[in-house]
């Protein structure tokens, strides 16, 4: 499990780099405005997804219950009959399209730069086909999460990644920029991401088929009796996050978006890494209920969302500290950037996912895996929901910030409401799951936020009313990083993970045996 859940951090982190690098190059190429159409128009089409009905995730659990009995004309059988749905869905997927650029146009295309609307258009309707490809490529990585290859499907994520980043600066740097090239380059990079999948399953997993084996019935799959509630689930997601971008460009216009956007990226990639640790963890329940020992997913679960917790505090010392400084530096050639919007939203969100986090990222996906999807899913959805309205109303008062604001009280009720349904279907008390997970990393976290702070009256230039602080260094903000999270290692392994089982890291070194929590 260490060794999966590493390499999800690995993809993750190259996918941090990749957006981080590509940020500023569509910023600095298509102009600030012009790059925050694109966001505009991902966000759009984000909602796509949900035409999916979460499916992906429902086929990896249906994958991995033939994987779990050995049965391999099984997985076939169930392969086919995802593939079908794929085609049937991918052709959803272009006419929900085509229906959402209707709203696209009466609500957004006219902020887009003059002279830039039929690119929008154009790059609007390439990316539908984003949308399609996005969905097929989760057919044969769903397969080799569903074996627990997550090496192997990371190792083909991450191809894809720098794929993405070279052919983008490619177009950009030897083409007139503009959105068009842009959604054909990632058009472009999702198809071989698609051959990447498939040939590594065929490598890994000869047997496998995706044409040949006879498709089971489309609706008696049990695919969709599942997915339903994971449908309800992503379109919380998207009313807690697509819709806020969309709120922003009617409200205050597409230049305000970019800061937004940027602001809030390091919450969605710490998303990201959390949810590399649910994803190994969701076939492992499967696994573990199909053989009767939940207490097994107990003992499982409860160290995994300390460390969680415990990453999600490093994140959040670390942005709170250095954030807005790497913000400066990093969009230091992108003029008209907002640099004060994308600060306060990285300060909210960063605040707000401290421990939204490993409730969305491992107990959502637990609970996933234990085919309990209906709480997690309404819960979201009604945050989602809430969400929405703060947002739109605290947006004329409080700008990008008061949308920051909407999204940190729905999440911090999610959060609660997580835990609790976490301790319900564990059959744990609330105040075991706090002492066990919370207490010690929250102690731990003390120090180190003390010398966090210290390093950043260090490194951090100030400046006045009159005279503006230059952006930090690199070379400053690097020590700032590499010094706290070396704080952070220390804390954890001699005070935090001590007494952890197998986790306690300092018993390993010492060669001693430790207590099991």
Known sequence: MLKSIGTNWVRVGFAVV????LAPLLASRLGTELAGSWGVINAWLSWLTLITAGIPMASVRLFAQHIAKGDVDGLNRAIATVVRITFIFGALIGI?????YIPYSEVNLQSVPLGHTDDASNAFLISALLAVGGFAIQVPYGVLIAHGNFPLSNLAQIIALIGRFILNWIVLSVFTPSLTVVALANLAINIVDLAIGVAFVKWKHPNVTFVGAKAGPVFGSGIFSFSLYVLILLAGGKLTYSLDSIIISKALGDHEVLAFENGKMFVVYLTEIMVGIGSVMLPAAVKFKEQGRIDEIRRMSLPWIKIATG????????LLAFGDGFIARWMINARGFNHVAAGDTMRVFTISHIFFLPAYGVIVMLLMGLGKPKGPSLLYVGAGLLNAGLSIALVPHFATAGVAYGTAIANALFTLAMYVTYCREMRVGLDEVI??????PILGALPVAAVAWWLRGVLIPVGTADVP???PSWIALTAGGVAVTAVFAVVWVCFVQRGEGEFDLWARWRRQPSSES
Do not use: H, Q, Y
Request: overall charge positive; proline content about 8%; hydrophobic content about 60%.
């Open 469 to 471: 602080a230059p952006p």
């Open 18 to 21: 990749v957006s981080f690098l």
């Open 96 to 100: 929900g399209a085509l229906l959402l």
């Open 435 to 440: 002492s066990r997970t919370a207490v010690k």
């Open 311 to 318: 990453v999600s505090l490093l994140a959040a010392i670390g």
